[in-house]
């Protein structure tokens, strides 16, 4: 049977680590996560890795693997250049907990600060073409990925200023939602820190669902943010218009 | 010595995030009691994250005709009328109602025409019943439940395991376990706890559930004394993928068969017309999973050992946009465009129909102050789930249980509870036994040894032989398990988290073992090949029960609860 080697970054928090070498057989159709699951069985039982549904569904099991961002579950072997080492790395932008597990903690934090849905008394009528565009948004699995490789984020570590763009797409799809009353562009302007987000366009590269959140969410959000502040009026007609 | 350990007091305390746990605690936190709400995994990866389907509810949006009572009954059949007739009444009553409550915390369904909520056809049920998303309706529900939870006002222990519950005498007075990040411990004293742990798939070894699936609800329930009923009813979803190796046992759902797909063996023979011509593929799960068995065993199976679906005769744009899940799963997993080729598909391990014993208006189990909702429970669903009727569950149990576990809280004082030190202590010694231990076995190997177990004896046809072995099996499995050796420090390692995993799965597993042994009849998704025949004279009106008496698992049946008349004419009008 072929064998593959794989490189997993090994280490704790404050610790540091470094790279181990396991060799594992490789099947067909075989996942990055299926080596890792066969090294914890077979070699290292306490080797850390966050997984769930193992079928690309649930957003646990996000790694940086030779570089690229992705969901160890998603990511097959035969895509990877067996002849070399595999690199499995966990998200460099939130910090170490143990191997592949990092404390993503930070972003329940930002989840708790976006005002929720609030419609209007009575039965909700909704038209499919109405919401078709934020159904989009609600496909994210919450993998961090986008939160993952964002420059604002990661290299500059804005944590503090910038909501990054996994909550842009949060309120993008609250703010875009037919029947929802409340305003939440002051907090996209002040707290949300949407002016730190240069559409560089990589968070919506490495999204697993493939949702397109600079182009129908970053880009529109920016223009309302920008008709609000500077356009008060088509603001008002916009509002009266119910959009 | 006795380590120090965190506290966190709580009213209640819900264990499991999923969607049973997650309404539960909405509602505990409405009610005005302080609430905590512990998961093993990170909020909003629980289980319920996978669903895909939809959430059945009579709206009769779709199909004017629907009602409560056709739901009430399709549930009944469905479950062979081993269901515990209240729980189905009060499912099919309440749905409506929280389907629509999730709309309003921000859940967007697909929508019909008109404007409401859109709803497809699944097996057993007599009309278009199941609201849906897609096929990614349990990530709309999980993510709704969790939006609405974080702003309620919950506290929330992620990746937090609950290893045993504590009691006061009879009663619940706390939870211990331990978090997964620090290996350290953590005691909650609590006046009520809710189970909402989901389900045991993972002890077989082809299963559409997730690594959480280890049975420890039922488990902590039947250590603290509590009853678990119906425990050989395991339900095998007819159609999870089987190939390529590294997939196997993942779902595909059944809203391929409610959008039109059919099955076919290899001779091209569309199957279902043998066993069931009414219904066809939109037969119930029970009945699907053994044709497409026994197709397989004559000899009939695909090129990989399963059956074709095929739904590449309907449009390919609707296909994708009403199967996107699918579409991908097959495209990235298996190379395979379901727009123009069939699937692959053979039974997966899906759900538990049995569980712990619950009263059915307040989620209220045998053990005062304990409480349990969602796929942990048992009865709702009898000896067979419909697809659909597990989202629906989660939501109007999770309620009831809320308001049942805040209910009895208030009528406990907190200082009457005691927790006892010496049992904390015990459980810790337990709990870090496998870091002493010298040459014990590898929790892993174990665990593969369980799932080959369970797969063998105790799958989609059964007999008293076979049953038997597999019981042996277990015994000696056990003996194995009871010395464990791992390797690594207490931060965040996953093979000392599977030891105490272990022990949940080997005590499910001997319950499903046993009981499955008892019922010598088929009913639902129990096949006995020695007794193929249901027996509703003895078997009929009983419930199995599994509970701890000293250190032995006690197997004993209990009476059905009775039907009122007004309810069982239902089954004999013509609609
Ligand atoms: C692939 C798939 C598709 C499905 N599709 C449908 C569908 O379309 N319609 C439908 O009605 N049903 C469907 N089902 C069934 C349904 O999804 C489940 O039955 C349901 O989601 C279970 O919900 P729950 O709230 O009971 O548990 P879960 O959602 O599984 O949540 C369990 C929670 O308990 C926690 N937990 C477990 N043990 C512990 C412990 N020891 N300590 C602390 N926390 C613990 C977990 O972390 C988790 O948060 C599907 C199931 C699968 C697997
Ligand atoms: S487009 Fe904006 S949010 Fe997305 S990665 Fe670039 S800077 Fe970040
Ligand atoms: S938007 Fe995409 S990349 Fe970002 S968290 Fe959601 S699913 Fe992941
Ligand atoms: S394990 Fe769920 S997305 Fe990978």
């Known amino acids: ?60 099991c ?179 218009a119910g959009k | 010595m006795m380590e120090m350990y965190e506290t966190h007091t709580h009213d209640v305390i819900v264990i499991g995030a999923g969607g049973a746990g997650l309404r539960v605690a909405i509602e505990v936190s409405a009610q005005g009691a302080s609430v905590g709400l512990v998961c093993k995994s990170l909020l909003g990866k629980a289980h319920t994250v996978m669903a895909e389907g939809g959430i059945a509810a009579a709206l009769a949006n779709v199909d004017a005709g629907d009602d409560w009572e056709t739901h009430f009954c399709d549930t009944m059949r469905g479950g062979k009328m081993l269901n515990n007739w209240r729980m189905a009444q009060l499912h099919a009553q309440e749905a409506p109602d929280r389907v629509k409550e999730l709309e309003r915390w921000g859940a967007l369904f697909d929508r019909t025409k008109e404007g409401r909520i859109m709803q497809r056809a699944f097996g057993g049920h007599t009309w278009k019943r199941l609201c849906h998303v897609g096929d990614r ?71 559409s559930n997730s690594w959480e699936y280890t049975g420890d609800g039922q488990c902590l329930a039947y250590s603290a004394g509590a009853e678990l009923i119906d425990m050989e009813a395991v339900q095998f979803h007819p159609t999870g993928m089987i190939w390529p190796p590294s997939v196997k046992g993942i779902l595909v759902t059944e809203a391929v068969r409610g959008e039109g797909g059919i ?83 053979f039974p997966t391990t899906h759900y538990i129909m049995g569980g712990v014993r619950v009263e059915a208006e307040t989620g209220r189990s045998t053990v005062p102050g304990l409480f349990a909702a969602g796929e942990v429970a048992g009865g709702m669903h009898g000896s067979n789930r419909l697809g659909g009727n597990s989202l629906s569950d989660l939501l109007v149990f999770g309620r009831r249980a809320g308001m049942g576990a805040a209910e009895y809280a208030k009528g406990v004082d907190a200082g009457s509870l005691k927790i006892d030190e010496s049992q904390i202590e015990l459980n810790e010694k337990e709990l870090l036994a496998p870091f002493e231990n010298t040459g014990g076995q590898n929790p892993y190997t174990i665990h593969q040894e369980l799932q080959d177990i369970m797969q063998a004896y105790f799958g989609v046809f059964r007999t008293e032989e076979r049953l038997q072995q597999g019981i042996e099996e277990l015994a000696k499995l056990r003996v194995k398990a009871s010395v464990l050796t791992i390797e690594g420090s207490r931060i965040y390692n996953p093979g000392w988290h599977l030891c105490r995993d272990l022990k949940s799965m080997l005590i499910v597993s001997e319950a499903i073992g046993r009981t499955a042994l008892l019922r010598k009849e088929s009913r639902g998704a129990h096949s006995r090949v020695d007794y193929p025949d249901s027996d509703n004279e003895n078997w009929g009106k009983v419930n199995t029960v599994i509970c701890k008496h000293g250190d032995e698992m006690k197997v004993d049946t209990s009476p059905l609860p009775e039907m009122p008349d007004e309810l069982k004419r239902l089954f004999t009008e013509v609609k």
């Not at chain 1, 035969?78 to 990092?102: A, C, G, N, Q, W």
């Not at chain 1, 903690?105 to 499919?128: C, D, V």
């Not at chain 1, 703010?175 to 002051?186: G, I, K």
Request: with cysteine; charged share 25%.
């Open chain 2, 137 to 207: 309706t349990g990530l709309e529900m999980l993510r709704t439940l969790q939006d609405k939870g974080v702003h309620s006002g919950i506290d929330v222990y992620m990746e937090c395991t609950i290893t045993d519950i504590l009691k006061d005498g009879d009663r619940v007075a706390g939870a211990m376990g331990y978090w997964r990040e620090s290996g350290k411990f953590v005691v909650f004293p609590t006046k009520a706890i809710v189970l909402a742990t989901g389900g045991i798939g993972k002890i077989y070894k082809v299963t």
């Open chain 1, 62 to 240: 996000s790694a940086e693997i030779n570089g690229k961002l992705g969901l160890t579950c998603k990511m097959r072997m035969d895509s990877l250049p067996l002849e070399e080492p595999v690199r499995v790395y966990p998200m460099k932008t939130f910090p170490l907990i143990k191997d592949l597990v990092t404390d993503v903690s930070w972003n329940y934090e930002i989840e708790k600060r976006i005002p929720p849905f609030a419609p209007p008394e009575g039965e909700l009528t909704m038209y499919q073409e109405d919401i078709d565009r934020i159904q989009e948004f609600r496909k994210c699995i919450e993998c961090f990925l986008c939160q993952n490789i964002c420059h604002v984020l990661r290299t500059h570590d804005r944590k503090d200023s910038f909501f990054g763009p996994r909550y842009m797409i949060k309120i993008a799809e609250l703010q875009m939602h037919p029947l929802d009353t409340v305003d939440r562009t002051e907090l996209l302007n002040g707290d949300g820190g949407m002016g730190f987000c240069n559409i560089t366009k990589c968070c919506t590269e490495v999204c697993p669902e493939n949702i397109q959140i600079t182009d129908n969410a970053i880009i529109p959000l920016k223009e309302r943010v920008a008709d609000r502040f500077f356009d008060p009026l088509l603001w008002i007609l916009r509002k009266l």
């Open chain 2, 263 to 345: 099955l076919r063996n290899s001779e091209g023979q569309r199957f279902m017309e043998k066993y069931d011509p009414e219904n066809m593929e939109l037969s119930t799960r029970d009945v699907v999973a053994r044709a497409i068995y026994t197709e397989v065993q004559e000899g009939r199976g695909s090129t990989h050992g399963g059956a074709y679906l095929d739904i590449s005769h309907k449009d390919s744009e609707i296909v994708k946009r009403k199967l996107p899940s699918m579409y991908h799963q097959f495209m990235d997993f298996a190379d395979i465009d379901i727009t123009k080729a069939p699937m692959e598909v």
């Open chain 1, 1 to 60: 049977m072929a064998e593959a080697t794989i490189m997993v970054f090994r280490g704790e928090a404050h610790q540091g680590g470094e790279e181990k070498e396991y060799t594992v057989p490789v099947q067909e159709g075989m996942v990055v996560l299926d080596a890792l699951l066969y090294i914890q069985a077979n070699y290292a039982g306490d080797l850390a890795v966050r997984w769930n549904c193992k079928a690309a569904k649930c957003g646990s």
